[in-house]
């Protein structure tokens, strides 16, 4: 497990692109490390995104990038959703695609220190919202504690 402090304040830092330490053994047609930070970081500025730390697989990072834009109406007529359905709907496609125990937190200014199983960080921002999403270690209870 890892432990990440984060401290999200309205002032925002110059942008970084930081990308998981498991990279080498994602599968991808292209396995170029710098091509496929450069198509990381392409798919960021398409969407208006600001990753500010990441301890994932890249291909994770990009499906995390791409299901919280679609979870934000390009146009304003709907309405916005809420934080809290943003981070349901990422929340509940992380446990069905990666296994259960993910976890969301999204807002405008949060603190957090979380522990996470590696491989399973994320931290960006789109537009004023920063968004993180981590996954934890579910252990099974087989026998009730002792009295």
């Given at each position: 497990?890892?432990?990440?402090?984060?401290?999200?304040?309205?002032?925002?830092?110059?942008?970084?692109?930081?990308?998981?330490?498991?990279?080498?053994?994602?599968?991808?047609?292209?396995?170029?490390?710098?091509?496929?930070?450069?198509?990381?970081?392409?798919?960021?500025?398409?969407?208006?995104?600001?990753?500010?730390s990441s301890d994932?697989?890249?291909?994770?990072?990009?499906?995390?990038?791409?299901?919280?834009?679609?979870?934000?109406?390009?146009?304003?007529?709907?309405?916005?959703?809420?934080?809290?359905?943003?981070?349901?709907?990422?929340?509940?496609?992380?446990?069905?695609?990666?296994?259960?125990?993910?976890?969301?937190?999204?807002?405008?200014?949060?603190?957090?220190?979380?522990?996470?199983?590696?491989?399973?960080?994320?931290?960006?921002?789109?537009?004023?919202?920063?968004?993180?999403?981590?996954?934890?270690?579910?252990?099974?209870?087989?026998?009730?504690?002792?009295?």
């Amino acid at each position: 497990m890892l432990s990440i402090s984060i401290t999200n304040t309205m002032e925002e830092q110059e942008p970084k692109l930081i990308h998981g330490s498991k990279e080498r053994h994602m599968h991808t047609p292209n396995p170029n490390p710098s091509q496929t930070i450069m198509r990381l970081a392409s798919l960021a500025i398409s969407f208006n995104v600001r990753l500010k730390s990441s301890d994932m697989p890249v291909h994770m990072q990009e499906h995390a990038l791409r299901h919280t834009r679609s979870l934000f109406p390009l146009h304003s007529p709907p309405p916005n959703p809420s934080n809290t359905l943003i981070a349901r709907a990422l929340k509940k496609e992380f446990d069905s695609k990666y296994g259960l125990a993910w976890h969301c937190v999204i807002g405008k200014s949060f603190g957090s220190f979380v522990s996470h199983t590696g491989g399973g960080f994320i931290y960006f921002s789109i537009d004023s919202l920063s968004i993180l999403l981590f996954k934890t270690e579910v252990h099974l209870v087989t026998q009730p504690p002792p009295p």
